[in-house]
Every structure is written in C-alpha cells, then in structure tokens.
C-alpha cells in the first residue's frame, strides 16, 4: 500500500494507507491513551480516552478508529484533550472501587496509570457508588463486576481472538455487565485471556488472586514447560521456604512468539512444581523399600553399580530412556553420557514425531521448514490430521488469526471433525489412518486417491491438489499421523510449490530438540548416523558404531535378563507404554524425576528432578524454534538432570573436562547473575557475549554444552546473542545428517488435550479442577441465574 | 387510537389522509395511493433522485440531511443487496407523529419505501417499528399483507417486472435504536449499539449492503413529491427547508396534538393561535422546541420560525418536531431530572461518557431536587454535561447534554432555589405534576 504523511504534534509521519492514526502515532513514540483500543482486535471507539484534535473536524476524534489520510494534522495534547480525557477518568472512576490496596492488578493497572498522567483522583459525585457481587465462572476465573470500566477486551479476546465466545454483555446503560453467555459461568478454554487483557483487576485469575502484590514478585520470563510449541511465559516469583514459589504464569511479555496468547497449561500449570508428593529427597531400594538417602550415597551407588554392569557385561547391558522435556542441553549431555561414557547406543526417548524421516528428506534441500511465526502470515495453509484446539492451542490462535486479520486460505484434511473447520476455506474427510495416502496422493500417486473416500471423491481430491499447487508460500502443518515414507512424499509435494515450507507437529515441549539431540539408538544430534564418521565421532573419542536398541527392544532384552541397569531421565516408560513392571525388577534402574512415578515406583535409585522452571538452558519448539529456558528460582532438595548426569560421570570416575568442556577458571555460582533476576532478557549474558567474555566456569554449566551443541549439531548456529536476549532463533534441518528410516509404530502420540499434560498435568491442582468442573457442569436447567 | 386535531393554518399533505381510513387498501386508492409508486417506476433512479433532491426535503428524524443528497451516496454496482430501511422507531420524548401515520396512513409509507428502493435500485425495504407501539404492528402488517394480495409488493410490482419486498419488523423498546445505526444492529439481531462511522450505511450498511435509511415521515412525505412535483413540495416552506413538517404539540396546551404546519411556521403562533395558548390562565415558561433533546428556549424566545436554520440560529434544534411547552407552574429542576432520567435511562452504556455520564446527573439532579442540593452541584451538573458534549461515541450523549446544560444556563435561578434545605418552591403551586413527556 501507497504510504500517507500526515503531521502529529508538528512531527511528520509517514505510514501505510490505512494505518489507523492511534498506531501512527505510536511508530513515532507519541502515546495516545485508550482502554478498548487493543491492536488486532476489532475497534469499539468506547472509552473515548484516545480523543485527538485533528485539523478541519470540528469535534475531538477517536485516534483509534480515524484512518489516517495524506496531509491531516493532528494534535494529541492541548488543555482540551486533556480536559476531556480526565473528565473520562473521572466518570471511569465515579464507580470503581477505589480498593486499589487489595486489587491484583494495583500496580499494573491502566487505569491507575491514567489516572496518575491526568490527575481525576478527586470525586466530584457524592452519591453511593453501584456495587455488585464478585462472581466466580470458574475454577480459574473469578469476575470482580465493580472494577470493570467496560472496555469489552475481554469479550473480543475470547470471541475474536479465541474463536470461544463466552463472554457477553448484560442489561444497559449503566447497568450493562460483562458477563459468561452461559448463565454463571463459563464454558471455555480457560485460557485466561480475558484475565491477561483486563486493564484493571475485574477479570482476576483464581490461581493467582490476593497471593502478591505485583512489585514483590520477581518476573522471568522462560519458555512454558508444556506442550511443543514452545510460548514465552513469564513466571512471576516470590521467595518460599523451599527457595521459591511460581505465583503467577502470564504474558506480560509480548514479544515472544506467542505475542497476546496463552493458554491454560501456560498461565496456570506451574503448580505441579510444589506439589506436597513432588520428590525432596533421593532414595534407594533397601530391603525391598525405598528408602530416603543422601545424594553423595545415591550417585556413590549409581556409580558403582553402572561400572560394574559396564565392566561384566559391557556398555550395550545397559538402557537409557530421555525425555521429552529436558533440555537441549541435558538431552544432549544425556546421549554423550550414554554413548562416551556408558559406552551404548541404547538411547530412545517417547517418540511423538518422525523427525528423522523428515531431516532425511530434507537434507541437502533449500530450508524448508517454517517457524511458528511463519504459521501467522502464511497466506495459505494445509493442515493434515492433528487437532492443534487441543494439542497445540498456539499453532491454533497462529492460524485462527491468521485467517481473520490477513484472511489467509486455511485447508483442512482430517478423520475427525476439528474446531479448526470454522476457520477453514476447505474441509476434506479421510478415513482415519489413511492421511498417510493423502501426501502419497499429493506428491503424484493417483491410485493413492482410491484410498480416500470420506466426503470427497477422486475429482474432489484432484481439485484440492490443484489448488494447493497453485498457492504460493503455503505451510503444510502435518500431525504424526504422518510418517516414514509419507514424510518424503509430503517434502516431495512441497519442493514443487513455491515458497512452500513444513511444519511437523509433536507432542511434548521439548520433543523437537530431543530428536535434534540424538535421544536414538541409531542416530546422534543432527541426524547424524551412528555408523558414519562425523564430527562427533572425532570430538568424543571412542563412541559406539553399532545401532543400539530401541525402548521396545531395551524392554524385551531386559525380560530376557540381558539387559543388566536402567538410567531413565525425566520419561515414565511403564506407564506411558503400559509396560509390565516385573521386566524393571530384574535390572537395576536409576530413575531421575518430580513424582514417584510408575517407573520411579520400580527403581532401585530415585534422584529427585528439577523442572524446567527450575533450571537453565534451551528448548526446540515443534517449528525448530530455538528459545531459551530461564531459571526462575534456585529451589533446594532437586538438582537438574545436567548436574545429575555429570554426578554420575563422576562417580564412575569419569573425567568430566571430556564430558562438559567448561572452561577454566574461578568456580562461582552463576545461578541468579546469569539474569533470571533482571527480568525480560538476560542482560548480563547479552552483554558478556557481546564483548566474548561469557565465562563456563563449572561443569555444571548448560552453556558449555550450548556452545558444543552448536558447534556441531547442523543448523543450530544461530547467533547467540539473539537467543539470549529472549527471541526465538529457527534452526534448519537442511544441513543435518541423512537420518535412517525409522519403524513408524514406534511414534506414540501423547494424545493430551487443554486439560491435560502428561505427568505434569497430573499432578497440576489447576489443571485437575479445571477438568473436574468440566465434568461436573450443571445441565442447563439447574442453574439459577444471577 | 389518538383523536385528531386540526386548524385553519395546516397544510396537509402527510396527513392528508388522516382520520379517512386509508388503513384500507381500497379506500388508498380512492385517495390517489400507489399512484406514486406508478409513475416513480416510469421515472427511472436518477429522475426520482432529483425530483427529492430538488424538493429540498430534510431528514425528519432530527438531523434534517438533505433526503435526495442520502440517496445520491448510494454506490450504483454493489456485489451486495441494496437495502431500504425505514426508521419508525420513534421515541425522543414529546414525539408522536410516525405513529399517526403508521396508524391512518400505513400504505404511504409502504410506497415511500418502494420509491426509495427503486431509486437505487434496492429490491428489499424493512420497516421498522418502535417495540412499545405494539397496537401499530398488526395495522403495518396488514397493510403489508393488503399490498402484497394485490401485486404491488413482491415479484414483478404493478407488471413492470421490478421485484420488491417489504418486511415488518418490530422493536423491542430501545430509544438508542432510533440511531440509524444501531437500528442496523438491532435488525440483525444483536444489542442495538451503535456502528463506527465512517463506513456510512448508504456504502456499508444492513448486513454490510449499501443501505438507505430513512424516519417514516420523510418516506411518508415521498410519495407527495413524487405526485406534486419537486417545486410544489419546496414552495411549501422557506428556502432549503422544503415541505411541511408535522408538529407534535403537547405540554400545558389546550389543544395538544399532532398539526401538519408549513416549515418555519412561527412558533409563538403555534402555541397561541394553533394549540389555543396556555390553559388555567397560566403563563409560559418555556419551550423545549425538537423532542427532548433540544435546548429548551424561555418564554422570551418563543418568537422564531420553526425550521432547521432558524431554530439554530436561536440556539436550539428542530429535531423531530416535538414541541413541548410548560407553564409558569413547572419546576425545571424537575424537569430537567425527568428528561435525564430518560436518557440515563435509554443510554445503551457503550461508551464512558453516555453511561456514566447519564447516572451521575440524574444522581446528582435526583438529590438536587429532593432538597440536598449543594451549591456546588449547579456547577458539577453543567461541568458533567459539558464533558459529554461532543465526546460521545453517538449522539445519545449530546442529546442528554444539551438540555441539560441549557436549563442550568437559561434557569439556574430555580437551581438556586432548592438550595439550603428548601422543598421545590413549585410543588406548592398546588399540583401532582403530570410532566409531559410523552415516550417511555
């Protein structure tokens, strides 16, 4: 669009045509105030705050909703403005509760803030104020109805944004009321958006109400812990007996990739971390018991016991299993520890995606995968399977808006009905477990059509190919029901569209980097095959050639008595693949966790695990989105896996300078100066790389691993100093390893939904209530109206 | 059923035919109904565009737009329908002349509608009556259904191969749905609350279609211009103020009623000779000139031709022709608290201003006249309406605001005599008032 100049405050300003003046205004750093005005959502011109004289109108304007046009000129502040922006406050305030002492939000408030800059803090009005009873909609959002100043951000959010639609208007005038569109309460997502958006305490979160005061929390911002799409949440922290306590999950902090969104998981699901059964303390199997130890007994017996098997029966006797929800760095120190210094390739994790099949498609080709914020100004999307509602609620909100603010062509191909329809241009059924066909059929098999009945015929499915070809810069989005060979067919489909790019859906937070890392028997970071020579292989020394075996076959060698030790890391394999326990009572397992899980029930050591809120490193969302993971807190009585895996190399006397290369150097704690404490972004880390001073000064520094991750796993070389600021760097797939074709029915997929997450959802209080009252709703007819 | 008034000053063409039961179709057509319609359809658009334009008709809702300008906005290719849509949903306090015509003269504005739609080349009208006129409904529909019986309505109207529809569709009792576009809002089926403008409804409007909307008098009156010709109409009244208008009389009258008067007719001549001046040998004290959202003029004003110009020029408005008068008995401060009331009452809430404006003062005007008034008030009351003014998100706000701000400029003395304690110095005047406000 042609660009218009217009004068604000005697400054010129250019900007596209259709700018609205109020975002004009802001590109130039002038603010003009406003309560409704939120960018992206529809406009309302209701709390009249954004008031503007502009040249040759005879009234003050709304800046929110005037469209600027070549030569206007507009002044944002004289006596009168101001005048009738503090008239506004004070009508705003005639009925707020002025109980800013005990609010939420006092202290990030909007309107305390106006009222600060516009001086109404005196009532002209004597009369009572109207008051109304606080509500509480459910188990997570509570309605404060006298704070509220109407500017129906809220109901948008919910209704635009979320695509729910909960929220309404009640009554009129001044009796109108925001209020649930199901009687009292609400039936939703219970994203919390609409808490996140209030500018003043109305809309307050039952996780977090009356608990702090904003000022006394310590805000860090980190990557959330739950699903692979990896939302920058900002955790609000408060000092506690056990070090610290998460009183608050938020998106303050806009810039990630998520920008305004969160969902459940993200805003409320932190409370797993001081839940009264989470682990204190290791302990060992004495007499049959597990018995509460300290940990220099506990890894003094793991090293032993992990040397004894590696010398009687060599390093193949023994099994690892990652996870999906370490970090990069600790999945990586995970799979060097397994392969340099047990000495196996017995290394698999819970698979949720075949990344190997698509590296090795890719490998060699231009880059080809899109990254999360692609998926929002894509003008074309095909989703195959998958229901991203429930199991990736980000990459939802990315398409949902993308479909309603650029009016992006979404394609659905799915066996099931997905909410995602109301957005679609398309919606194609298939038989479920034959999208596989469907990128068969897409890449040029026609006889793949036959498979594909559902609601569409042969000539149905031809035309949506041919439409599909003919959209440029499309991002194909495909959910494990895609897999081996089907991956390679769909990468073939997207090389013929140009400027077409991938995204591969898996389940888990940190999935992605736990397949970049090489948590396989047969492939280590980037790919790269056991059997080749590569980089790694001269780097470490002495490590293993042949595949080692996969978690199936680890649990079918150990029935057999072969398999001697277990050194599970943050995964729950008997009860995520129902596996009889008696085959873990025959080897001896170390298990490292939060809960006492049906694997931990079975060890013969448990170490009691940090979360991902409790420590430092990197995550790889299910784009191949690189962020960093901030530690929020030092918490006592849990340590990483990073430092429980070098414990462990220590104990078995190895020496650990050839497992974490840490630099020389003064030994200090590096645990709250490497920035968590200063908010957003990681100053003193930009700040030290920036001048090449960044110190590893312990082995139990992530960031020695960071820096050989780097150095050698293909596509993760993205500038550091970006990555530690706080933004997202996408890595590409196209210079990693060939890969190896992997046995598909080895991919499980998590199947959570909003609600639930794993073995942290399990032991999350909000995430429980939220699905009991789920349960629980009243029918319709039971519910007395207010 | 209101009873009929008249005078030897009234030029009748609106209500031409009042009280002669044109509610019957064949009765209509004895008195020259869907005539217009006829030749409008020889005319062709643009013809039927100048015709209104030079007519000099203005809105009669209020505003007073020019009419034929309205319809001249209305893109002529649209991928969307073309709507027509006529405003009856009259309720500013002290009006009550769309529903004479609704009731005596139903087919007008039927007809009013079609020649609308064939201006711009609309195929569908909707007619929307206020909710609280219930008893109107089933007289609207009939004539609907009468129009239709007889091919005047529907596909190919009167043979000439145009189709056009025309629904009934009823309020459900919202003031604020009198603005044009919330009654937009409000036919679709959502909260009658206002749109952003611009996009204005004649690019954007009913389900996002270019759209005419226009109040029931002035579709009324287009079948006459169609009839008497563009110079007839405009000779009737002053320049740019074309045709007659019907006044709502009603207050301290001894005639009150609906009179059909030329524009700028004097109105101190209208409350003495037409209405027969001030009953119980009272005096006047004030007029609020348009409907209750007009500043009210004193007794000394009264001298002024009601017509949009003129009334400006006196500082007032012609609004929607509802004059109301009060005697020298009335307290204004009471009045004033009863106008607010309405609107505190009607305002929608959308926007802070309206909403929480409209509360305070009739809080503060409530406590005012019960006799715990400060003298701070009277500034407080002028220093809230003032605010209003101008910085609403639609004009419900101004109309709350510029009476208000007028009684306390043009009668603070009243204001000043509740002070300290005082009762209302005019309840002793020895009457329950009833106050004349019509609506709500």
């Known amino acids: 669009m042609p660009d218009v100049n217009i004068t604000v405050d005697g400054k010129k300003v250019t900007a596209p045509a259709g700018t609205l003046l109020i975002e004009a205004c802001k590109s130039v750093g002038i603010e003009v105030p406003s309560f409704c005005y939120y960018p992206n959502l529809s406009l309302q011109g209701a709390c009249r705050m954004c008031l503007v004289k502009v040249e040759k109108m005879p009234k003050l304007q709304t800046a929110c909703t005037t469209v600027i046009s070549e030569g206007m000129a507009v002044t944002t502040d004289s006596p009168e403005i101001h005048q009738a922006r503090k008239s506004m406050v004070e009508l705003v305030l005639g009925n707020h509760p002025l109980d800013c002492p005990v609010c939420d939000a006092g202290g990030e408030c909007e309107l305390q803030d106006m009222t600060f800059s516009y001086g109404a803090a005196e009532s002209k009005y004597i009369e009572p104020k109207n008051h109304r009873e606080e509500q509480q909609w459910s188990p997570v959002v509570y309605f404060d109805r006298p704070r509220c100043i109407l500017c129906y951000r809220c109901v948008r959010v919910c209704g ?286 026609d006889s793949a059509a036959d498979a594909l009945t559902g609601n569409t015929n042969r000539e149905g499915w031809i035309a949506l190919r041919d439409k599909l070809r ?69 780097e470490w020394g002495a490590v293993p050639q042949t595949r080692g075996l996969t978690l199936p076959e680890m649990v079918e060698s150990a029935r057999t008595g072969k398999l001697k030790a277990w050194y599970v890391v943050g995964a729950n394999p008997i009860g995520r693949f129902a596996i009889d326990p008696y085959v873990f009572s025959k080897s001896f397992v170390v298990v490292q966790d939060m809960f006492l899980t049906e694997t931990a029930a079975m060890a013969d050591v448990v170490l009691p695990a940090a979360n991902a809120y409790e420590k430092s490193g990197t995550f790889t969302n299910t784009c191949g989105d690189l962020q960093v993971v901030k530690k929020a807190g030092e918490v006592s009585e849990v340590k990483p896996d990073f430092e429980m895996i070098v414990r462990i190399a220590a104990a078995m006397g190895f020496d650990v300078r050839q497992l974490v290369p840490f630099g020389p150097g003064t030994r200090m704690d590096m645990g709250q100066s490497r920035g968590a404490q200063s908010g957003e972004a990681d100053r003193h880390a930009v700040w030290l790389e920036a001048r090449g001073l960044e110190p590893k000064m312990s082995p139990f520094d992530p960031t020695a691993i960071l820096d050989e991750i780097q150095r050698l796993v293909p596509g993760y070389d993205v500038p550091r100093i970006n990555l530690l600021a706080g933004n997202d760097q996408h890595t590409s797939l196209s210079q990693s390893g060939p890969g190896a074709a992997q046995n598909p029915k080895l991919i499980v997929a998590a199947k959570d939904d909003l609600f639930s997450s794993g073995t942290l959802g399990r032991y999350s209080r909000a995430l429980n209530s939220v699905m009991e009252n789920h349960r629980n709703q009243p029918a319709e007819s039971d519910v007395v109206a207010d | ?369 019960a006799g715990a008034g400060l003298k701070k008030d009277i500034d407080n009351i002028y220093y809230l309406a003032e605010n209003m003014l101008g910085r609403t998100f639609c004009p419900l706000g101004d109309a709350a605001a510029m009476p208000t701000m007028a009684f306390v400029k043009k009668f603070r003395k009243e204001f000043e005599d509740h002070l300290e304690g005082k009762p209302c110095p005019y309840e002793p005047l020895g009457r329950t008032m009833e106050l004349p406000v019509l609506a709500h």
Not at chain 1, 479 to 488: K, L, M, Q, Y
Not at chain 2, 131 to 142: A, D, F, T, V
Not at chain 2, 238 to 267: A, I
């Open chain 2, 1 to 369: 059923m209101a009873d009929l008034v008249s005078h030897p000053d009234e030029v009748k063409v609106v209500s031409k035919r009042f009280g002669k039961g044109a509610t019957n179709l064949d009765r209509y057509l004895e008195l020259d109904g869907y005539k217009a319609v006829q030749k409008a359809l020889a005319m062709g658009p643009d013809a039927i565009i100048n015709e209104v334009k030079n007519s000099g008709l203005r809105g009669r809702g209020g505003a007073g737009f020019s009419t034929g300008m309205k319809w001249s906005f209305v893109p002529k290719q649209s991928p969307k329908p073309k709507y027509v849509l006529c405003n009856g949903d009259e309720s500013e306090p002290g009006t009550c002349k769309d529903r004479l015509i609704f009731e005596h003269d139903p087919h007008a504005v039927i007809e009013g509608v079609v020649i609308a739609g064939l201006s711009v080349g609309s195929h569908v009208g909707y007619i929307y009556v206020r909710g609280e006129y219930r008893y109107l409904s089933e007289i609207m529909q009939k004539a609907i259904r009468d129009a239709y019986a007889r091919g005047f309505l529907g596909k190919n109207i009167f043979g000439s191969g145009y189709d056009f529809d025309v629904y009934w569709h009823g309020g459900a009792g919202a003031y604020e749905v009198g603005e044009e576009s919330a009654l937009m809002e409000s036919l679709e089926g959502k909260r009658g609350i206002p749109r952003i403008r611009p996009p204005f409804p004649a690019v954007v409007g009913l389900w996002g279609g270019p759209t005419i909307i226009n109040n029931a008098e002035t579709l009324a009156n287009v079948p006459h211009i169609i009839m008497g010709g563009a110079e007839w109409y405009a000779g009737l009244g002053p320049p740019k103020n074309g045709g007659t208008r019907l006044f709502c009389l009603s207050g301290h009258l001894s005639r009150p009623g609906v009179y059909e008067l030329p524009m700028g007719y004097n109105l101190k001549k209208m409350i003495y000779e037409v209405a027969g001046g001030i009953p119980n040998g009272r005096k006047l004290k004030a007029v609020v000139p348009g409907g209750a959202s007009t500043p009210v003029l004193t007794a000394d004003e009264v001298d002024v031709g009601m017509d949009f110009d003129s009334l400006a020029k006196a500082g007032s408005m012609l609004g929607s022709g509802g004059v109301v008068v009060l005697d020298d008995a009335t307290c204004m401060v009471k009045f004033a608290l009863r106008t607010i009331k309405f609107y505190q009452h009607e305002s929608c809430g959308w926007c802070i201003p309206c909403r929480e404006g409209t509360d305070w003062l009739k809080k503060t005007l409530a406590r005012f006249h």
């Open chain 1, 470 to 538: 003919s959209e440029a810069n499309l991002i194909i989005i495909f959910g494990s029901e895609i897999r081996g060979g089907d991956v390679s067919s769909l990468v073939k489909f997207t090389l013929n569209i140009q400027g077409a790019k991938l995204v591969c859906l898996a389940d888990y937070a940190n999935s992605r980097g736990a397949a970049d890392m090489g948590l396989y028997p047969d492939l280590l970071p980037g790919y790269q095959p056991v059997a080749q020579a590569s980089k790694f292989h001269e």
């Open chain 1, 160 to 445: 635009e944004g979320m695509d729910v639609w909960a929220l309404g208007v009640q009554n009129r005038g001044v009796s109108s009321i925001i209020a649930p569109n199901k009687e009292d309460h609400l039936e939703c997502e219970e994203c919390g958006m609409c808490i996140d958006i209030c500018p003043v305490g109305a809309l307050t979160s039952g996780a977090y109400r009356y608990k702090t005061r904003p000022w006394e929390m310590k805000h860090v911002g980190t990557t959330c812990t739950h699903c692979a799409d990896g939302c920058k949440t900002t955790l609000g922290v408060r000092r506690s007996d056990s070090g610290m306590e998460i009183v608050r999950g938020d998106n303050r902090d806009k810039s990630g990739i998520n920008g305004d969104f969160l969902c459940i998981k993200g805003r409320y699901g932190f409370d797993f971390a001081d839940h009264a059964e989470r682990l204190k303390q290791p302990m060992i199997r004495k007499d049959g018991r597990l018995t509460p130890s300290t940990w220099e007994e506990a890894f003094e017996l793991i090293g032993r016991e992990f040397s004894r098997v590696q010398q009687q029966d060599g390093g193949q006797a023994i099994g690892v299993v990652g996870s999906n929800r370490t970090t990069n760095e600790e999945s990586y120190l995970l799979q060097k520890f397994a392969r340099v210094v047990l000495g196996t390739n017995n290394i698999d994790h819970h698979r949720t995606a075949d990344f190997p099949a698509l590296a090795a498609a890719l490998t060699g080709k231009p880059d080809l995968t899109a990254s999360m914020r692609d998926v929002f100004n894509a003008p074309a999307i095909l989703l195959i399977g998958n229901d991203p509602t429930n199991q990736h609620p980000l990459l939802a909100w990315q398409i949902r808006n993308n479909v309603r603010l650029h009016g992006a062509r979404l394609y659905l191909v799915n066996a099931e009905p997905i909410k995602l329809e109301r957005q679609a241009t398309s919606v194609t059924q298939v038989p479920s477990g034959a999208e596989g066909r469907v990128a068969a059929f897409l890449a040029g098999d």
